[in-house]
């Protein structure tokens, strides 16, 4: 089957490497454009555009979906199907081109966590499960008939960045997987359950700062969920704080305001009280600092008991 790829982030390119490695042929790779970044604000290729010129794909990076030029290219490639992976919403007048229709996978067990953040959503909501599903791509987001779904347990202390790989690593054989069974005829789509829907949007910055009011275990969930990816974080003497671990401190339970550093020890962490129980940071990154675990910063940053992390 030949297959025209859609994606642009590293989740994405780990599947496109899976494809190209069956027996499945891409047609074509799109993505998004190049975007400035860094200092120099140099444009910077997407990870799915690096892999596909070095593995010799043609790449189409339209500014626009519904452009005439892009859609009549489209065409002229004439793929069996597109295979769709952390990407824009496709319109219909594109998604509805080829003969097979257009498959995407998404990083939850569909119908829960519908839209851009499932990955942080299920995280931050503190699941103990998740996993990849195929789906048909139809004009309401998220929505189409399921095709082939893999479960996938959360570790306790599993962050975004530790779980991500992971699902995208399993993605990848389930896209395979999907493709294989669709060209044998052998699957039979299923309609999702409304009634089990839960939403996972996009996350802002208003989702990654740090609400000290908030219970221990929301906010190490909230880290869990960010870290990695938009990053949570607090202010500390009008420094941006990032942190990237944090676990429970129950010993310290009825101890301090919210946000109030309960102690700051290089071996127990940099304890802060909560609305409801009291948390160990243990891995941060100050503004103007490298990453670090906690022991590495208290020894270049003075934090002592008393010191207020605040919302700005």
């Known amino acids: 089957m030949r297959f025209l790829f859609f994606g642009t982030p590293g989740f994405a390119r780990v599947v496109l490497e899976r494809l190209l490695a069956s027996r499945h042929q891409a047609a074509a790779v799109v993505t998004a454009p190049d975007k400035p970044s860094g200092r120099g604000r140099r444009l910077k290729m997407s990870e799915v555009k690096e892999y596909a010129l070095a593995n010799g794909l043609e790449v189409l990076q339209p500014k626009k979906l519904k452009d005439a030029g892009f859609l009549e290219g489209v065409k002229e490639i004439d793929a069996d199907l597109f295979a769709v992976v952390a990407f824009r919403i496709l319109p219909e007048k594109l998604y509805s081109l080829p003969r097979w229709g257009a498959i995407n996978l998404h990083a939850s067990l569909l119908p829960r966590f519908r839209g851009a953040a499932p990955i942080e959503r299920a995280l931050m909501a503190g699941a103990t499960t998740t996993g990849v599903t195929t789906f048909q791509i139809t004009k309401k987001v998220d929505t189409g008939d399921l095709l082939l779904a893999r479960e996938v347990p959360i570790g306790e202390n599993e962050t975004y960045e530790e779980l991500c790989p992971r699902l995208a690593d399993i ?12 060209e044998a005829g052998t699957l039979v789509a ?13 996350i802002t ?7 000290w009011e908030r219970s221990a275990e929301t906010i190490i969930n909230q880290v869990r969920g960010l870290a990695g990816s ?3 974080y607090t202010w500390l003497g009008g420094r941006r704080l ?7 401190r129950p010993q310290d339970n009825g101890v301090g305001a919210p946000g109030e ?11 802060v009280a909560t609305g409801n129980g009291a948390v160990s940071l243990r891995e941060v990154r100050l503004e103007g600092k490298k990453r670090m675990m906690i022991d590495a910063f208290l020894n270049g940053v003075k934090v002592t008991a008393g010191t207020k992390l605040t919302a700005s």
């Open 171 to 182: 993605g990848a054989d389930l896209l395979a997987e999907t493709l294989d069974c669709l």
């Open 242 to 248: 990032k942190v990237y671990r944090a676990v429970r």
């Open 190 to 202: 299923q309609p999702q359950n409304p009634a089990d829907a839960s939403p996972a949007p996009k």
């Open 261 to 271: 550093v309960v102690r700051a020890e290089r071996r127990e962490g940099l304890i």
């Open 205 to 211: 910055t208003a989702d990654s700062l740090i609400d």
């Open 230 to 232: 938009a990053d949570a």
